[in-house]
């Protein structure tokens, strides 16, 4: 059987904005001191989601926003 040449992984731009989006919101919700039951509250109410999975780039956006109004740096 030949050998198979592994290639380096390549991601999505956009998947790599979607997961440093991501981290930043969980850092947030750590540092704020944030209950998992306020922090889908706020989810909920700037993305229309319950998870962080399910929003676009623009909700994740807009949460990290919110965040920083909150409080976040």
Do not use: N, W
Not at 33 to 53: H, I, K, N, Q, W
């Amino acid at each position: 059987m030949p050998a198979v040449k592994a290639r380096p992984a390549s991601f999505d731009p956009a998947q790599k904005e979607r997961r440093a989006l991501i981290a930043k919101i969980h850092l947030a919700k750590k540092e704020m001191g944030l209950t998992d039951d306020d922090y889908r509250a706020m989810l909920m109410r700037v993305t229309g989601e319950t998870s962080c999975a399910h929003c676009t780039a623009t909700g994740l956006r807009a949460m990290v926003e919110e965040m920083k109004a909150k409080g976040f740096q």
